[in-house]
């Protein structure tokens, strides 16, 4: 084969490629649809998942997030031995339940101590916590015992 027919097989090849991909040419006031590749790339073995499986695992996450709201408790608390152990820890063990926090504390300060000491062994929020000086131990008892 001469050389002026190699050059030549070898153009007709790349117009059949070119012709082949839909490739747009220059000067065509036509617009061609480029084609895409047949393979995935995936392997063949593996099969696509479906969309119908995101909202089961959707549902799964839901329950589960379900279940363990329902284990919680509303807010924390603790048993009511354990709290009054808690509120005189914090205070003193001269005092029965029913005394006022202002007997007890007369200075707001204190009491905003105490009130603190009872919430970080709770643990909950300071402000949950009733800390009037008309306030009694019992009370303090009864906002922070789950019973």
């Given at each position: 084969m001469t050389k002026k027919k190699k050059v030549k097989a070898q153009k007709k090849r790349l117009a059949?490629?070119?012709?082949s991909k839909?490739?747009?040419?220059r000067g065509s006031s036509r617009k061609k649809i480029l084609k895409r590749p047949k393979s995935t790339g995936r392997p063949k073995g593996k099969k696509k998942r479906g969309k119908a499986a995101k909202p089961v695992a959707v549902e799964r996450a839901a329950l589960k997030k379900e279940s363990i709201v329902a284990e919680a408790p509303a807010k924390p608390c603790l048993p009511r031995p354990q709290a009054v152990v808690l509120v005189r820890s914090?205070?003193?063990?001269d005092f029965a339940l029913s005394t006022p926090l202002g007997n007890i504390f007369p200075d707001p300060n204190q009491r905003l101590q105490f009130c603190q000491c009872?919430?970080?062994?709770v643990p909950i929020d300071r402000s949950e916590i009733p800390c009037g000086a008309?306030?009694?131990?019992?009370?303090?008892?009864?906002?922070?015992?789950?019973?």
């Open positions: 059949k490629d070119d012709a839909k490739i747009p040419r914090c205070g003193t063990d009872v919430a970080d062994g008309t306030t009694t131990l019992q009370q303090v008892v009864d906002a922070i015992s789950c019973e």
